[in-house]
């Protein structure tokens, strides 16, 4: 490509503040990174990493310090100012207008050469080009919405260079790929950095972060830890940088005998949202004191299994049924009071009510049994006193269980919704992304509290794009794609290659 | 942190007064341009509305009917429905109060009245069931259909009080106005303040806020509503049958409709007339959104808008300019109080932040209890 127009060279963030009311977000923060560089930024949610990416993206303004491109000083202003300096940004929900082609898409906001008359075919010509030269793959003709995700991404990143960006941030770029396609991706980096541009690479799945960076930063509570060149660092000790102490990366499993069949689903047919098939005769068994792990590719059928199961999406064939008895015509409340426990993927839409104070949300289920009321009014004592256990048993961070649970950190609401799921010790749970976004601490104290369901008999079905949380906690596996169950995999056996095949749908030996 | 909560306290009392004073800023102006004097204006207006007794009186009459319709609009906003059909519920809810009662004139009063007030509700219930109905089952966009359901009211109207209701009286003397006979004196309501028209539907209108509320607050009942109201999907993960209280949130708000239009015919008119409905089905949603969507802030709300429709009329008469204004500076205290709404809540989730991480700060100064779990 045209090198020698590369507009960064080098930028450096020079101890960069920022506050925000009560909290200091980015405490004298020095980040810097190079043409031809990949510089990884590591941490926890809420330790300021993207506090300090909107910063460098011009959406916030800085307390204090300053930004040099190329050792001079400059203020960026607005997301626009950054682009034209050459800054892009792939963010982690894309930014597509799904009606519209790949071409429309990157023309958006874009002013046409030749003033009021569209210039598409040269938009496309620069597409093919630029998705050439990075192996990317994309038609530029196909609608946004007839996309799989890994493909959306690339599009994302096209639109970024075809905006002329030389510095690339990637926030957390993988959490949607298989590993095949995240092997694609670190190959497109890759060749970008060859290309002389320079990439930020937001994570915090630290294998990624040693697999594919030169330079590794780990912020915590809006302080940098410290900067490390990529040789001689272990996941450990990247671990112990993100947290401040040691992490249990790999927990121990202990092999436990399954019960009975709790959950079983028999030739399960749904349709998804927009009525396409998203289930196709999916048939799976649970049994007490067992988590079967679901992976897969976002998209695949996850989100309409799950809904399935706690009821709220009606399938349109086959069966479900809860420890033994056809619970496939029940209503989602029927099925909670029958022993279900569901944690939602999306939590903040499905599993909570935002306004709500927590203690509202913590007998969302339980709000109409006894004691919390009579049937007709509400006990405020009663809710009150069992709300104060359930945030203090699963240690919910909360100024009260009155504030708005809106004001809540996601693993926090996570917390909350799980104290409210396994508070009524359900026979049956479906734990679905239960750790998305949520920073490790909350995760990990998410998994312990999984596995512990799993001790006192709990069937677990865990649905989970994160293959290593799969591979960490499940006792057997099945891959999802395109809504049919490719496989089953006990976990001694299961290999994050052979799994990342079955998720991209090649079925082996079959 | 104490004097802060006070602060935005403050701001959420004091904001909706400064829009209040801001929209009668630019109806003065307005009041200019039509050649009256603002400060005599204004002056006419309030002590018009609360400066005598009769003038509070006059305000209290009209807050009733403002006051139901906007506890209706509560509920169906806190259901997460939006219900712009309090004119036509308002209407039909008057229409079979009237009929019933005319139906059945003979009964004693004892019985008659409390049951004319329950079939009013009853017709604006089942009004606005219609547009519930529809939203829970079709999902109709209930704005559209309860402003189409006026429209029908009032055609209805228009053919009852012309045909099978009008009044013999006005057939007999050829004059045929469209209202329709009197009610028997056995439903009409108690006088509170001869010769005003205040009667004591104020004060059935004055439990009923305080029973909304805790109907709201207090029971499963509005636990469910508000739930559905603010999130239908954890609702119905929750359990809770959605559909319905979309729809029993219209059939209530229906219901204090048409139980406003039963009071007016009991209370002030005595019998069906047309334009009795009187805009409050509009107006009822403006005290209701002043109120903060809260049944008891409904009162002073409906108080207020009360006697500005009180002074009003009292302004046109003595300085000479269009009662209509006040519906001008109704909208735009509306206007001012949705714009101020950002304000406060802005300042509300920037508060509720704070106390979240604060209490995150204090939490990991100690040790780290999540190390502690086993």
Redesign the interface.
């Known amino acids: 490509m045209n090198n020698s127009r590369l507009k960064i060279a080098s930028l450096e963030l020079i101890d960069i503040t920022k506050r925000f009311?009560?909290?200091l977000a980015n405490d004298r923060v020095t980040f810097d990174v190079k043409s031809g560089e990949i510089h990884a930024l590591l941490g926890e949610n809420g330790a300021g990493k993207s506090t300090l990416m909107k910063v460098l993206y011009g959406l916030y303004q800085p307390d204090g310090g300053e930004i040099r491109i190329d050792g001079k000083s400059v203020t960026i202003h607005s997301p626009t100012d950054a682009i034209a300096r050459g800054i892009g940004m792939i963010h982690q929900h894309f930014m597509l207008v799904d009606e519209l082609t790949v071409t429309e898409n990157v023309a958006l906001g874009l002013k046409s050469s030749r003033g009021p008359v569209l210039d598409l075919d040269k938009v496309e010509a620069r597409i093919r080009q630029l998705s050439q030269a990075y192996g990317l793959h994309i038609n530029p003709k196909a609608p946004v919405w007839t996309l799989a995700v890994g493909e959306r991404q690339r599009v994302e990143i096209v639109k970024a260079l075809y905006r002329g960006a030389d510095l690339l941030i990637l926030d957390e770029p993988t959490a949607v790929l298989t590993p095949q396609e995240v092997d694609d991706l670190f190959a497109t980096l890759n060749q970008m950095k060859r290309d002389g541009r320079a990439l930020i690479f937001i994570s915090h799945k630290l294998h990624e972060v040693v697999a594919i960076s030169d330079r590794i930063s780990v912020l915590r509570?809006g302080r940098l830890v410290d900067t490390v060149p990529n040789q001689g660092v272990t996941r450990a000790m990247l671990a112990r940088m993100m947290v401040g102490?040691d992490v249990l990366l790999d927990r121990p499993h202990t092999a436990l005998t399954p019960g009975a069949a709790r959950l079983v689903l028999e030739d399960v047919d749904a349709l998804g949202v927009i009525g396409q098939p998203a289930l196709r005769r999916v048939t799976l068994e649970v049994h007490a004191g067992e988590i079967l792990g679901v992976a897969g590719v976002s998209g695949n059928g996850q989100r309409e299994l799950a809904e399935v199961i706690?009821g709220?999406r009606a399938p349109t064939g086959g069966r479900v049924l809860l420890d033994g008895v056809d619970v496939t015509s029940w209503?989602?409340?029927?099925r909670?009071?029958a022993g279900l426990g569901?944690i939602?993927e999306?939590r903040m839409?499905?599993?909570?009510?935002?306004?709500?104070s927590v203690a509202?949300n913590l007998v969302?289920?339980d709000?109409?049994h006894p004691p919390m009321?009579n049937?007709?009014?509400?006990n405020f004592g009663a809710i009150a006193s069992r709300s104060r256990d359930l945030v203090r048993d699963f240690?919910i961070?909360?100024?009260?269980i009155e504030?708005?649970t809106?004001?809540?950190?996601g693993g926090n609401i996570q917390k909350l919704i799980l104290a409210r799921e396994l508070s009524r010790d359900p026979k049956v749970l479906v734990a679905a992304q239960p750790t998305r976004g949520v920073d490790i601490?909350?995760t990990?104290?998410i998994h312990?509290r999984l596995l512990e369901q799993r001790r006192r008999g709990t069937a677990t079905l865990l649905i989970s794009e994160d293959l290593d949380e799969i591979l960490n906690l499940s006792d057997r596996i099945v891959v999802i794609y395109e809504g049919r169950i490719m496989g089953v995999i006990a976990r001694e056996q299961a290999t994050a290659e052979q799994i990342g095949l079955l998720m991209a749908g090649v079925a082996e030996g079959r | 942190m104490q004097r802060f909560l006070r602060s935005l306290r403050f701001l959420e009392l004091a904001l909706p007064i400064a829009a209040v004073l801001i929209a009668f800023a630019i109806g003065g102006v307005l009041l200019a341009l039509l050649g009256a004097n603002p400060f005599e204006a204004y002056w006419v207006l309030i002590s018009g509305a609360f400066g005598s007794v009769g003038g509070l009186a006059s305000t209290l009459t009209k807050m009733t009917p403002l006051l139901l319709v906007a506890l209706g609009i509560c509920i169906s906003f806190r259901g997460g429905v939006i219900n712009i059909g309090g004119e036509g519920q308002i209407i039909v809810g008057a229409l079979a109060a009237t009929a019933f009662t005319l139906w059945l004139r003979d009964w004693p009063g004892w019985l008659l009245l409390p049951l004319t007030l329950i079939v009013g509700a009853l017709a604006g219930a089942v009004w606005g069931g219609i547009a519930g109905v529809l939203k829970a089952r079709l999902n109709v966009n209930e704005i559209l259909s309860t402003v189409m359901l006026n429209a029908i009211a009032l055609q209805l109207m228009n053919f009852l009080l012309r045909g099978p209701m009008l009044d013999p009286a006005q057939i007999a003397a050829g004059t045929n106005i469209a209202q329709s006979e009197a009610l028997p004196r056995s439903v009409w309501l108690t006088r509170l303040a001869p010769p005003t028209l205040l009667h004591s539907g104020v004060i059935l209108a004055l439990v009923l806020a305080v029973l909304v509320y805790l109907l709201l607050w207090r029971t499963t009942i509005g636990f469910r509503i508000r739930t559905v109201g603010l999130n239908p999907s954890a609702a119905r993960y929750a359990g809770m049958p959605v559909p319905f209280y979309v729809a029993f949130s219209l059939i209530l708000a229906g219901g204090f409709a048409g139980l406003a239009g039963a009071v007016e015919v009991t209370g002030v008119s005595h019998r069906m007339l047309e334009g009795l409905s009187g805009g409050y089905g509009f107006s009822g949603i403006v005290a209701a959104l002043f109120g903060k969507l809260h049944p008891l802030g409904a009162i002073p709300a409906s108080f207020l808008f009360g006697g500005l429709l009180v002074g009003a009329n009292k302004m046109q008469l003595t300085v000479q300019v269009p009662s209509a204004l006040i519906t001008v500076i109704n909208g735009l205290v509306v206007m001012f109080v949705v714009a101020s709404e950002v304000y406060v809540r802005r300042a509300r989730r920037r508060a509720g932040r704070e106390a979240a991480e604060a209490s995150l700060k204090r939490e990991s100064s100690t040790p780290s209890a999540e190390a502690a779990v086993p």
């Open positions: 009311p009560g909290v509570s102490r706690a709220l209503t989602p409340g029927r909670t009071d569901y939602p999306e839409h499905d599993g909570i009510v935002q306004e709500f509202e969302l289920q709000y109409d009321s049937g007709v009014f509400l240690n961070r909360t100024p009260s504030t708005t809106r004001s809540l950190s601490g909350a990990e104290y312990q």
